[in-house]
């Protein structure tokens, strides 16, 4: 299997910019996570899925982040507008369930620079 | 809040010696689990432990787990210099829940 793909792998944009990051998780997976990860905080749940259904989006810093899931196959985690502070490694991960049985499979990440 | 806690937070150890790292946690819980980042990298899946389990093995990771103290260990024996990474201890409460990720042990092994 090819595992989960995120893309971009790295992005710099300018504040005020909408940034859109995009992940590809593993077929057959239920569940997709939106981590967020920084030196100061470490990893962060954003929000997760089950079979494309939003279930807990409490970790969303704010309104300006949003995220969709509109297939089993395709997810994105969009930003508008952006701010320094949401500089950061964000990671998407799929997994059969939440982990309660099964490890979460995790992306590369995209590394968000926001100047 | 942080579920769990790694110490240390960071580990610089010479090739060929163990390397131990611990993690703390608050609640009670399902399983615990072990990840590794290499830099630039996702999270990799290492081992899962769980609840009515005390000690598991997978080459050269042995993982304990101490309920009545809420606390796991992850032991890597005889060291190599690609075992460099920030290794993750990360938690499932109860039911089906997400995993809850602590902050991480970065493991520098020197050939």
């Known amino acids: 299997d090819a595992g989960v793909i995120q893309s971009p792998r790295h992005e710099v944009t300018e504040m005020g910019q909408e940034v859109t990051l995009r992940c590809k998780p593993i077929?057959?997976?239920?569940?997709l996570f939106w981590y967020r990860q920084t030196m100061m905080r470490g990893l962060e749940l954003l929000i997760y899925f089950n079979n494309n259904v939003p279930i807990d989006d409490s970790g969303m810093p704010e309104d300006r982040f949003s995220a969709k899931m509109p297939n089993a196959s395709f997810s994105t985690l969009k930003i508008q507008p952006s701010e320094p502070r949401d500089s950061a490694v964000y990671f998407c991960a799929s997994s059969p369930n939440t982990g309660s049985t099964q490890p979460q499979h995790f992306g590369d990440g995209t590394r968000l620079s926001i100047l | 809040s942080q579920q769990g806690e790694e110490d240390p937070q960071a580990l610089s150890i010479q090739e060929g010696e163990n390397a131990t790292m611990n993690c703390s946690y608050k609640?009670?819980?399902?399983?615990l689990q072990w990840y590794r980042q290499n830099s630039g990298r996702g999270l990799v899946h290492l081992i899962l432990?769980?609840?009515?389990?005390r000690e598991k093995h997978s080459g050269r990771l042995r993982v304990t787990l101490d309920t009545s103290k809420k606390s796991s260990s992850l032991l890597i024996t005889a060291s190599r210099a690609a075992d460099t990474a920030s290794y993750f201890c990360a938690t499932v409460l109860s039911g089906n829940t997400p995993l809850v990720f602590g902050k991480g042990t970065r493991l520098s092994v020197i050939a």
């Open positions: 609640t009670s819980i399902n399983n």
């Open positions: 432990i769980r609840s009515n389990e």
């Open positions: 077929s057959g997976h239920d569940y």
